[in-house]
């Protein structure tokens, strides 16, 4: 994992760094030793450069207590994602759920 990852799709491609980013939810101000205990077929060194790809997408912020990092989420590049492409999708979505609807409704009638 060479590849320095800046923008936040680039970073939540891989589903280590997707895991990571939920467990920061959940528990915000996991140190790196924390985080990389909760993958025990990831090397700790694999687990920093996740980490680093996570804090160079800006998908997280690590604070420096003594010689520990503490990691917390920032989900505002998250929020960007949904807003500028995720938010396209939704009428289509929203079309789905409405057939889904009609059809249900059109089975329960031919039941009754």
Known sequence: MSVK???????IA????RSILEMLRERPGLTAGAIAARFP???????????????QARLVRARERGRE?????DARP???IYRQWFAGFAPFWEESLERLKRQVEGDAQDDG
């Open 41 to 55: 077929r990831v090397s700790r060194a694999a687990v920093s450069k996740h980490l680093r790809v996570l804090r």
């Open 5 to 11: 990852v800046r923008d936040p799709f680039g970073a």
């Open 78 to 80: 998250l929020a960007e």
């Open 69 to 73: 990092r503490h990691y917390s989420l």
């Open 14 to 17: 891989d589903p280590t760094r």
